[in-house]
């Protein structure tokens, strides 16, 4: 196609050209080595972005989305935990005086303000410099908000139980396959129905809200007799009330499932 | 061939003026990292939109297979992941890409905060730009719980909570979102899905558009 057919010049797309005190000097001022966007530097942008899009497949082929079991919106005992961008909000919910009967100030009043002045930002901060230390004001409120993000999130992940997250989210109940054979005749089965323990661990032991699996663990029977004894994670000690030799008994059943 | 082609449209359409007005610009010194390397923190506004191309591709793809109903939500995600080819990749870029996006729209907004270069006259476009960013936390907390699982349904819960704070309209909102005043359950996956997949990106659209016009309109900001 011919250069410059049918051209209507449709007016330059630039700022007025007004020369006002609060307006930075515009980049044509400057006698800069200035490059065309079409194609010259359309085509960097095209590189970063192929870099970006290559590292981003890489991850994604690499490590997977999380998934974890199917929501049971009655389940009370799983701690809740949002993404990870929403943790330090999560973080500051918990503090005395943003939780509780303070709750609307945690959730409304601070990150209202937060999100208010950040609007208003070019109102607040008016006066002609750029230069960030020039504008302390302006410069040590946002330092201010991203150490607190970052603190907060950082505490959260500190303090948090990884583990139960992992362990209270599992995946038990595979859809199109069933749960292994178990023999629920053996005595073993039988004293897992009586003292409860299928309540947490699933009525087919693979499992369930509160407690794992306990097929094919791969302990021997005394080191389970040690947890059903002294508890593990969330299973607190002595919740067996059996005999010693029922102990014994079930313990070698648990053992004994692969 | 192609240039009758396009003489024929230019000649009743004049696409030439407009295709001037997109792309016939020049790019100053001082945001060109072949010049000054640290210039690159201009990158960070152009790769959020990259990711968001991104977003609408594997999101266009994964309701090829998703299903927003409680019965079945997990189980089409659940069959996504382990059986569709390549279905693990593309839920997985949707999932990091929301995060990476989330991290891109932050840096640019401290360039542009460092920078002060929401000033006079570029006020408008920062609040828009704000307005972007409570879209995308809304895309990340919508998002969330469409996979249908517990982590999922529980981080709604303590959002929806934490949405009923709000003054006066609080009830009415988590109503309108959960679309129940107690129960988190089939209405509440339906609207989210809708909110996720109409709702924000018809705002994000046009609030791109509107960034991106005055971005042409005032230039960029000159060098500090």
Known sequence: MKKGKNIKYVGDSRVPQDIDKNIPTDFSQYAGKTEPFYPSFLLKEWMVGAVFLVALLVLSATHAAPLERIADPNDTAYIPLPDWYFLFLYEFLKFPYASGPYLPIGAF???????????????????????????????????????????????????????????????????????????????????????????????????????????????????????????????????????????KTLSDYISSLK | MLKKLYDWIDERLEVTPMWRDIADHEV?????????????????????????????????????????????????????????????IVRAMHHWGASLALVMMFLHMLRVYFQGAYKKPRELNWIIGVLLFII????????????????????????????????????????????????????????????????????????????????RKQGISGPL
């Open chain 2, 28 to 88: 100053p010194e001082h945001v060109n990292p072949a010049h000054h390397f640290s210039a690159f923190v201009y990158c960070f506004g152009g790769l959020t939109f990259f990711i968001i191309l991104i977003q609408f591709l594997s999101g266009m793809f994964l309701t090829l297979y998703y299903v927003p109903d409680i019965e079945n939500a997990w189980k089409s995600v659940y069959y996504l992941q382990n059986e569709v080819a390549f279905g693990k």
């Open chain 2, 136 to 215: 995308m936390l809304a895309f990340g907390f919508t998002g969330y719980l469409l996979p249908w699982d517990m982590k999922a349904v529980m981080a709604t819960k303590v959002g929806l909570q934490i949405a009923e704070q709000s003054p006066l309209i609080g009830g009415v909102l988590k109503t309108l979102l959960s679309g129940d005043p107690t129960i988190i359950g089939a209405l509440t996956l339906t609207r989210f899905f809708a909110i996720h997949v109409f709702f924000l990106p018809a705002a994000l659209i046009g609030l791109l558009v509107l960034h991106f016009y005055m971005i």
């Open chain 1, 109 to 247: 009043v601070i990150p209202g303000i937060a999100f208010g002045a950040l609007f208003l930002a070019p109102f607040l901060d008016r006066g002609p410099e750029r230069r960030p230390l020039k504008r302390p004001i302006a410069t040590g409120m946002m330092l201010l908000a991203i150490a607190s993000i970052f603190y907060l999130t950082w505490y959260s992940v500190e303090h948090h139980d990884w583990e139960a997250t992992k362990n209270q989210g599992k995946i038990v109940d595979i859809p199109g396959e069933d749960a292994p054979e178990i023999d629920v005749n053996a005595d073993g089965y039988k004293l897992l129905v009586t003292y409860a323990c299928t309540s947490c661990h699933g009525d087919k032991l693979n499992g369930g809200a509160a407690g794992p699996t306990l097929i094919n663990l791969g302990l021997s029977s005394d080191e389970v007799t040690k947890i059903v004894k002294e508890g593990k994670g969330a299973m607190p000690p002595g919740l067996f009330k059996g005999t010693d030799e029922e102990l």
